[in-house]
Nanobody, 126 residues
Framework: QVQLVESGGGSVQAGGSLRLSCAAS????????VGWFRQAPGKEREGIAT???????TYTDSVKGRFTISQDNAKRIWHLQMNSLKPEDTAMYYC????????????????????WGQGTQVTVSS
């Protein structure tokens, strides 16, 4: 059974940093696309960063230059380093993995992602 568990969320002041982690268990797939998503109250879930197993990354415009997605393939852990946080970054953050590699982008429909974590809350105060 595949499980993804996020950690690292919390409360921070604007301009601060957080590092989210997503640890996988029971995950044996070698061809994948992993993404970080977020959902603010009253808004749709949006993809903000993706990485494939070739280390190709994509970011949505609102986080480019501030967030960095990375992975430790051996340990099956993915990270999202978030710097220069803004109040509008406040949301529940989720990691998700999909068994595909083509078009591993933030605009990929969320239905393509097979496995999801439970989410971790990030709150940025002004």
């Amino acid at each position: 059974q595949v499980q993804l568990v996020e950690s690292g969320g919390g409360s921070v002041q604007a301009g601060g940093s957080l590092r989210l982690s997503c640890a996988a268990s029971g995950y044996t797939y070698s061809t994948d696309c992993v993404g970080w998503f977020r959902q603010a109250p009253g808004k749709e879930r949006e993809g903000i960063a993706t990485i494939d197993n070739g280390d190709i990354t994509t970011y949505t415009d609102s986080v480019k230059g501030r967030f960095t997605i990375s992975q430790d393939n051996a340990k099956r852990i993915w990270h999202l380093q978030m710097n220069s946080l803004k109040p509008e970054d406040t949301a529940m953050y989720y990691c998700a993995a999909g068994i595909f590699r083509a078009n591993c982008q933030t605009t990929k429909p969320i239905s393509w992602f097979n496995f999801w974590g439970q989410g971790t809350q990030v709150t940025v105060s002004s």
